[in-house]
């Protein structure tokens, strides 16, 4: 009866698998019907673990309890342990893979004892299967195949028969009186005509109709083609017919496709009560709501709901009918399900069925092949992510999370929507016990920036969706919702202890260079100042600290280069003889030695600290640590003290590794001043320009070497001994380069070209060609790119800025979270997740006091600086949105296709309106 139900187990099934008796072991006393060993189960592990044991990868597809087990293979004394554990309804009625109860298991084996023990228990005795059969259709079959004794299948109509529940005229297409008839072979002596013309005596006698349908006319006429009536209706007493259970009648109805309106006025007629079961009956392993909701029948579904459906009652695979409906991607009946599921409360919790919905709504949404104006998975899962909806979209199962479901069918809009709902970015799966990659590969930058547009939405005051939106209000309020940078909050104290780096997901952002440039978008930027306010005290100590290193170290460098001039000058004095002399470079020596000891008693503390702080920078940024030039220097600053303490170098070597070390330091300091916002755009010009300027000399720099070569053979001295800047190749090198700037000295050039005319006019021609090709078009070449990256280089300034931001908040808070004295103090940065915060944040970007722009704290009682340029891309950005949403908005497609939906639906469920309301507007028709 039920096409397309997936294998797919819910966090229910996942919870279950948590017991440890398996259904092998089980399975074993219930062959043996070993009633001891299943009583000393129920001991053990209690009824509840004995009844539905855990089921192996193999026995998933078959779906049984062990009542079903015992049933098939008669354990008699096994079931009578089940039974009196007293297994409730939903145990003892449990429907296997093909809707079968423990009942219909029993009578499809022919164990006449077992339906007795089972009947008797207050086994549902018009239970049926997937496919509409009750067991007196199954019966029927039995006895018409004759594989089963005769005796016991009689035993078993009796018992049948003689329930005082029995539904005589069950419809699972035909009736079972007509399935016996229909079985029945034409004319007398056919081998099994007794027993099937015995069940149909019975079933007549009991009072079952022949004037049913029998596919080929009446039951009646049937039999009497079968010249089979004499036979029937000869002898006995015929009963009344018996009332039929209501909630088999409506079954049948179902079924068979009645109206809706028949199905209306059939519920209209009964009780309350009788309507209610009624509407919950099953329909082999599914309920009605769930069978509704699979063929798409909105107008069931309305009906059903009415009459008070139960919308909680599982699926064998304790799927919900919001799961076949989500399969489904009928919006309205979608939308329909959760509102009944809602009742009367303000919100239905659906936390704990999130991933199994959403993985319904992705995997069917690909399998979608057809586009139909009725089903949408993605605005089922909008729906699904509305305020009245309590969701867990950080919900974990199988080492999966909700964002990654949607990841693994690539659907970007839907992980957009779970974005925006706070499915956190960081989230990592698990596969095997081994932790994959993070979920920010999957997602398109673009992906990512739509989640965070719809993460800064207008704060009305006083709660009124219906404010116009002011942007230039003072008291114009952005409510910026940062869920999805941080990972769920967990239950247990202990475990939230560990905290985390509120801007641990943006760092994965800065890692991937797809994404990094999102880094731009004003919900982070608006983080990352509100951030670096807070991270503001430790970059100024960092820096001066840093400072004062360098001085320490251009003291030191000084001193350390004075020292070994003066023991070079002291060795030369010893070998001279002069003993006046080297007693006062002596005295000179002890003195530099001095200054040199207070010098390294300063800087040992600082270095120290560098290489503290160089650690700490390499065991958190890793991955990128190594791709930043900054880290090189600072590496090379520590390795030039090291080896200036610790070594003795000559007085050249000292002179020329102290001058590079001046460079770095300085350079150094300048990079890191440069991180501080309002500097960071000439930091960025000088980076940009130095990298296109070597870009473009290593391009040219094969022309340069030419002519080099060209000079140092023309220029080269004729005459031995002969001192000039073009003796040799190394020496023409830098002062070809020199002449690329424009220092040619063309007079001293032409002194040395040849006197003989053709040589002559070729050292000019070649000196001309030089001057065209390097300091003509390399040197404007170079500086018309200083000129046109400008844009370029103020957005890279602006990303450079953001990233070192977040570089320098996220190694702060991760000294704050891996150093235990410093852990109790971790509020003191956080502005996002803790006891005092939650991680939203309301920014009044109109504010004249910027002190007060940015609001924060669970009682929004905290107030942070927020500066001009932040408040203004956040102003230009919503700004930007409200004019996209009025153009969706002016669209008038989108404006009809709302009442065009709504006229559909009235044209498919009412359809007699639409014919009255032609018959008045054309009456004639």
């Given amino acids: 009866m039920v096409a397309d139900v997936e294998n797919q187990k819910t966090p229910l099934v996942t919870a279950m698998e948590l017991q440890s008796l398996k259904a092998g072991d089980v399975n074993t006393f219930l062959e043996g019907d070993d009633d001891p060993g299943i009583r000393n189960l129920i001991q053990k592990w209690g009824a509840a673990s004995v009844w539905r044991p855990l089921l192996s990868d193999d026995q998933a597809a078959h779906q049984t309890t062990s009542l079903h087990v015992a049933a098939k293979k008669g354990a008699l004394k096994c079931l009578q342990v089940l039974l009196d554990a007293n297994p409730p309804k939903d145990v003892l009625d449990a429907p296997d893979h093909d809707g079968r109860t423990p009942l219909l298991v029993a009578v499809s084996e022919a164990q006449a004892e077992v339906v007795e023990k089972l009947l008797n228990a207050g086994a549902h005795i018009n239970a049926r299967n997937d496919k509409g059969q009750t067991a007196l259709h199954i019966l029927t079959f039995a006895i018409s195949k004759g594989v089963k004794n005769d005796g016991i299948l009689d035993k078993i109509t009796d018992l049948l028969l003689s329930h005082k529940d029995i539904d005589l005229e069950p419809h699972a297409e035909l009736t079972p009186l007509a399935v016996a008839a229909s079985r029945l072979p034409q004319g007398d002596g056919a081998p099994r005509r007794g027993g099937l013309i015995k069940f149909c005596k019975k079933m007549v006698n009991a009072g079952a109709s022949l004037q049913e349908n029998g596919g080929d006319g009446t039951i009646e006429e049937i039999l009497q083609g079968k010249r089979a009536l004499p036979s029937i209706l000869m002898g006995g007493d015929r009963c009344p017919a018996p009332r039929r259970p209501a909630a088999s009648e409506f079954l049948d109805m179902v079924l068979m496709g009645s109206g809706i309106q028949d199905i209306q006025v059939f519920l209209q007629n009964k009780s309350a009560e009788d309507a209610r079961a009624a509407v919950n009956s099953r329909l082999g392993k599914q309920t009605l709501l769930f069978y509704a909701a699979n063929i798409s029948n909105e107008s069931l579904i309305k009906t059903l709901i009415e009459a008070g459906a139960n919308a909680w009652a599982f699926e064998i695979t304790h799927e919900l009918p919001i799961h076949r409906a989500a399969a489904r991607g009928h919006l309205s009946i979608f939308n329909r399900i959760i509102d009944h599921m809602k009742g009367d409360k303000r919100s239905v919790d659906l936390r704990e069925y999130t991933v199994s919905i959403v993985q319904k709504l992705m995997e ?58 706070g499915s956190f970015l960081g989230a990592r799966q698990t596969i095997a016990g081994k932790t994959q990659g993070i979920i920010l590969e999957s997602i398109l930058p673009a992906t990512l920036e739509r989640a965070m547009d719809g993460c800064i939405t207008h704060q009305p005051a006083n709660r009124d969706d219906g404010e116009p939106e002011n942007v230039l209000n003072e008291e114009y309020t952005l409510k910026l919702d940062f869920h999805f940078l941080l990972p769920p909050v967990n239950d247990d104290i202990k475990k939230e202890v560990k905290s985390t780096n509120e801007v641990e997901a943006l760092m994965d952002i800065n890692r991937s260079k797809r994404h990094r440039q999102t880094i731009k978008h004003p919900l982070v930027q608006c983080l990352l100042y509100a951030k670096w306010r807070k991270a503001l005290p430790l970059y100024l100590l960092n820096l001066g600290l840093y400072f004062f290193f360098v001085i320490m170290l251009t003291g030191f460098v000084y001193s350390m280069k004075d020292l070994r001039v003066l023991e070079a000058q ?27 000891h207070w010098l390294m008693g300063f800087l040992i503390p600082l270095t120290i600290y560098m290489i503290i702080r160089e650690a700490f920078q390499v065991f958190y940024t890793r991955e990128v640590y190594l791709k930043n030039i900054e880290n090189y220097l600072e590496i090379f600053l520590v390795v030039v003290v090291v080896v200036l303490w610790c070594t003795t170098l000559g007085a050249d070597v000292t002179r020329h590794l102290a001058a590079w070390a001046m460079i770095v330091a300085w350079y150094e300091f300048v990079l890191i001043l440069g991180r501080a916002p309002p500097l960071a755009i000439y930091i960025t010009m000088l980076r940009h320009v130095s990298w296109n300027f070597l870009k473009l000399i290593f391009l040219y720099g094969a022309l340069i070497l030419a002519f080099t070569i060209s000079f140092n053979i023309i220029l080269q001295p004729t005459t031995d001994g002969q001192d000039s800047d073009f003796s040799n190749f190394w020496s023409t090198l830098p002062k070809a380069i020199v002449m690329a700037t424009g220092e040619f000295e063309y007079s001293d050039l032409s002194e040395q070209f040849s006197r003989k005319l053709l040589f002559f006019t070729s050292a000019i021609l070649i000196f001309l060609l030089f001057l065209f090709l390097i300091f003509l078009v390399l040197m404007n070449v170079m500086n018309g790119l200083a000129v046109t990256d400008t844009q370029q280089v103020v957005d890279d300034a602006k990303l450079y800025s953001l990233t070192s931001r977040l570089e320098l908040v996220y190694l702060t808070e991760s000294l704050f979270l891996s150093c235990p004295g410093l852990r109790s103090y971790v509020d003191k940065i956080h502005l996002l997740s803790g006891c005092k915060y939650r991680p939203i944040l309301f920014a009044q970007i109109n504010k004249p006091k910027k002190e007060e722009r940015l609001i924060s704290g669970k009682n929004k009682e905290f107030l942070s600086k927020l500066d001009d340029d932040t408040a203004d891309c956040l102003r230009i950005h919503r700004l930007q949105c409200i004019e996209e949403d009025q153009k969706s908005c002016g669209d008038p497609l989108n404006q009809f296709l709302p009442i065009l939906q709504e006229l559909q639906d009235i044209v498919r469920n009412h359809p007699q309106l639409v014919q009255q309301a032609a018959s008045t507007v054309h009456p004639g028709n």
Avoid: Y
Wanted: aromatic residues 2%.
């Fill in 364 to 421: 069917n949404s690909k399998k979608q092949k057809v586009p139909s104006p009725d089903i949408s998975h993605l605005d089922c899962l909008r729906r699904l992510m509305q305020d009245d909806v309590l969701l867990n979209v950080n919900q974990e199962w199988m080492g999966k999370t909700v964002l990654h479901v949607a990841a693994s069918f690539n659907n970007q809009e839907a992980m957009s929507v779970l974005l925006c709902k």
């Fill in 570 to 596: 002291a060795k030369m004095a010893g070998n001279s003889g002069s003993s006046n002399t080297t007693l006062d470079l002596e005295e000179q020596i002890l003195s530099q030695q001095t200054t040199v």
